[in-house]
């Protein structure tokens, strides 16, 4: 079945960055698109990034230009790289595959 499994998550402050990882398996990776979302304390799960199989990419507007998705098909792998974060950026980040499936979680917190 699908195993998707976040990290890289933690505490930072305004302006700081971090990278999320997602490791994926039981499905064909490479044939999956992948996105990720995030659910802020007390708000719906929203959508953050995506990224095709063929590396094609979109973004919330919120995180345009701060936000990077990447790939690395070899490890079954998809990331998130965040620049610039701010407090707004606080909450449980998740992976989710477009053949089904969702990650625990990972949380980010951003605070001073």
């Known amino acids: 079945q699908v195993q998707l499994v976040e990290s890289g998550g933690g505490v930072v402050q305004p302006g700081g960055s971090l990278r999320l990882s997602c490791a994926a398996s039981?499905?064909?990776?490479?044939?999956?698109?992948m996105r990720w979302y995030r659910q802020a304390p007390g708000k719906e799960r929203e959508f953050v990034a995506v990224?095709?199989?063929?590396?094609?990419?979109n973004y919330a507007d919120s995180v345009k230009g701060r936000f990077t998705i990447s790939r690395d098909n070899a490890k079954n792998t998809v990331y998130l790289q965040m620049n610039s974060l701010n407090p707004e950026d606080t909450a449980v980040y998740y992976c989710?595959?477009?053949?089904?499936?969702w990650g625990q979680g990972t949380q980010v917190t951003v605070s001073s």
């Open positions: 039981g499905f064909t990776f490479s044939r999956s698109g």
């Open positions: 990224i095709s199989t063929g590396g094609s990419t």
């Open positions: 989710n595959a477009l053949v089904g499936g």
